[in-house]
Every structure is written in C-alpha cells, then in structure tokens.
C-alpha cells in the first residue's frame, strides 16, 4: 500500500515544515494564524545582529532570537563561532524553559554559558559589546529557578553592558 504522507519542501526541495509557528516556535496546525518565522541565511554585521535578536528577546520570541544568531554563526568568521552558537543556545534554553521544558532549559543554558566561557578565554576575541558575564550570571539565574513559570518576554536577557 503507498503511503499518503505528504512532507512540505523549501524551493531546493528539502524537507521543510511549513506549519505556522507561534512566537515561541511550537507548531500549530496547518491554517492557524502564527507568527512569521525568521529569514534563513541573511548575513547581519555583529551589532545588526545583536540588535535583532535583542529585539525579538524583548518580544518574547527567543525561538526568533535563537535563528538570528544561528545565522551568525553559520555565516561569521570560524573563530567567532563559540560566541553566536552559544548565544544561540541561551535563546534555545529561553525558549525551552518558558515552553515549559525544565531539563531542556536548563542543559541548553548551561552549554550556551560553556560555549561564551570559551569564546571568552580566547584573547583578542572581539565581544561586541556584548556582555558575556552577565549572560552567564543571567543563564545560571534562570536554571536555578527551573522548573517554574517562566515569561519569555519578562525574562529576556539585555545582550549587552
């Protein structure tokens, strides 16, 4: 019997789920009203990223936040790569704890802090203005109070001093 699974693609035909998204990422039927999701692949200088992202951090979509620094990362300089991925991985901790997922939140915001530790011990490594101590104090905050409610609005870190 053939199967009538059907799987959405992107323009190159890759698998791509088209289901609207609500702003903390989270699927909703086909049809729903959702939320834009974030362009892939658009190349920001470091500031118009962190200006995004803060933005979207301050909406309550770190979800969003999260795809905008996965675009820095997969798009700046390989040395930078331990800033934007774990800058990534604080907005995916964000996300998964006001999702309500206690364990996920926490693991991710504690790999997020390892990786701009270890952007951090590199000298000369340009930050941005970006506030990698406070991030850390932030992140190690926030997965001490898990599980509990948590706003992904009211919580968003300031990226920067």
């Keep these: 019997m053939e199967s009538s699974t059907h799987r959405d693609r992107d323009i190159e035909g890759r698998a791509r789920n088209a289901r609207p998204r609500d702003g903390l990422g989270r699927p909703l039927p086909y049809g729903a009203d959702g939320v834009a999701r974030q362009p892939e692949g658009v190349a920001r200088?470091?500031?118009e990223t962190v200006r995004e992202a803060q933005r979207l951090l301050d909406a309550g979509m770190p979800f969003h936040a999260h795809e905008v620094f996965e675009d820095a990362w997969k798009s700046g300089p390989a040395q930078e790569e331990p800033l934007w991925r774990g800058l990534a991985q604080l907005a995916v901790g964000l996300t998964?704890?006001?999702?309500?997922?206690?364990?996920?939140?926490?693991?991710?915001?504690?790999?997020g802090t390892g990786s701009l530790a270890t952007y951090a011990a590199r000298d000369g490594a340009p930050t941005?203005?970006?506030?990698?101590?406070?991030?850390?104090?932030?992140?190690?905050?926030?997965?001490?109070?898990?599980?509990?409610?948590?706003?992904a609005a009211a919580e968003a870190p300031r990226i920067t001093r």
């Design 128 to 151: 941005y203005g970006i506030d990698l101590a406070g991030l850390a104090v932030w992140a190690r905050e926030l997965a001490d109070r898990l599980p509990g409610p948590v706003d």
């Design 96 to 111: 998964h704890a006001a999702r309500g997922n206690a364990k996920g939140g926490a693991s991710l915001l504690d790999r």
């Design 45 to 47: 200088s470091p500031e």
